[in-house]
């Protein structure tokens, strides 16, 4: 026996929901050789463990975390096992961290195109292409895993084919996803039910599953209203098919709620970059530093291993930055337009970041607030914005 027989019987394991199984093969596995597959997988179900084991939840993510480490040690391009770890940090309150992790996804994958949200990263790495698109839908990470509990359930024909009637002859995953999608725009966005839900996100979201399980009508409101109890849905005298939803929502997860990792705590660490470069311009500009000092922030922001600072720089730049970098000299104003242009390709992901996250007018309203605290004349922050 060697490690491969261990790990391909805790796959079994991890297919058929036994997480506990699957976790004793992968440790056997490990025995053998600490692979960087073996562990990302163990660590996985440490994960998994974590959210069903709650009296050992701390004792599983640390577990979860120790062996992503090692995986990212072993293989620092390795984007599931940051992505991973990302959700693992986040469970385990440490937000820095886990923002710095869904940012390195980011900014290091080239799985994601357009304006699709990167909080989805993890399900654009491990589903298939022609899944993908269903994934776009989703403007709030939740709703990916609500929907990956709900599409699991199921669901009667009878509302199939309510669902059909309304947004047209699709398959059933899809149908499922277009109706989270709506309601969710109705609650979070339009806020229709807020005499209902009040203010409680948690109230939101389980409302939202009560409203697919059962239809926005006066009898769901009814239960939202006469249930509803410290922000939340009181369950006990919920019908056992909806009580059961709502219980596994809280169980798997609630663990990472929704505020946990807030959207703009998602670009802080954008915003801590621009920054960082736009000071260094304003510091080189006024010969408070010099070439060695600007070698060490680009060092520093690891600016050039950015796979999407890279692509806007394009080739040419790249390679004068390179022998920039190499040499640690150059010509004073070829360094400064070598730092406008690294501070324009941060304006420009933050920017694609916004158009995941935020409707037209916020968007403006931030990176109108982000332009104007950077040390950039009227004429520069007009030429960026028509840029972008």
Do not use: C
Not at 40 to 48: D, E, F, P, Q
Not at 183 to 194: Q, T
Not at 246 to 275: M, Q, T, Y
Not at 282 to 291: C, L, N, Y
């Amino acid at each position: 026996m060697d490690a491969r027989v261990f790990n391909a019987a805790g796959n079994l394991f991890y297919a058929n929901n036994d997480y506990k199984n699957a976790n004793l093969a992968y440790d056997l596995a490990v025995n053998f050789e600490e692979d960087p597959e073996v562990l990302y997988n163990r660590a996985t179900t440490y994960y998994k463990l974590s959210t069903r084991v709650l009296e050992e939840r701390d004792v599983y993510l640390k577990k979860a975390k120790e062996d992503l480490l090692k995986v990212v040690d072993k293989e620092p391009d390795n984007i599931k096992a940051h992505y991973k770890l990302a959700m693992v940090y986040s469970s385990l309150g440490e937000e820095k961290r886990a923002v710095e992790e869904y940012n390195y996804v980011y900014n290091n994958s080239d799985l994601l195109e357009g304006d699709v949200s990167f909080i989805s990263m993890d399900i654009y790495v491990e589903m298939e292409k022609e899944d993908k698109d269903i994934y776009s839908f989703f403007p709030d990470p939740t709703l990916i895993d609500i929907y990956n509990m709900l599409k699991d359930y199921p669901i009667e024909p009878e509302k199939l084919e309510e669902l059909r009637k309304r947004f047209g002859d699709f398959q059933s995953s899809r149908l499922i996803a277009m109706r989270i999608k709506d309601l969710y725009e109705r609650m979070f966005e339009k806020k229709e039910f807020d005499e209902y839900t009040g203010k409680s996100d948690r109230l939101k979201w389980e409302a939202l599953l009560l409203f697919f399980i059962r239809d926005v009508n006066d009898d769901t409101l009814g239960f939202i209203k006469s249930f509803k109890k410290d922000g939340k849905i009181d369950t006990t005298l919920l019908p056992p098919y909806t009580r059961s939803i709502v219980e596994r929502f809280r169980e798997e997860i609630l663990e990472v709620p929704p505020e946990k990792i807030k959207f703009s705590n998602l670009l802080s660490i954008d915003v801590e970059g621009i920054k960082a470069v736009d000071s260094a311009i304003a510091d080189f500009s006024s010969a408070t530093i010099g070439t060695p000092e600007i070698v060490k922030i680009i060092k520093k922001l690891g600016l050039l291993r950015n796979k999407r600072v890279v692509s806007i720089l394009g080739t040419q730049e790249m390679e004068k930055a390179e022998e920039f970098m190499k040499k640690g000299e150059g010509e004073f104003q070829s360094v400064l337009t070598l730092l406008r242009k690294l501070r324009f390709a941060l304006i420009k992901i933050f920017s694609k970041k916004l158009s995941a996250l935020y409707d037209k007018e916020s968007r403006y309203r931030i990176m109108k607030e982000l332009l104007l605290s950077l040390n950039l004349s009227e004429d520069e922050r007009y030429e960026i914005l028509m840029k972008l």
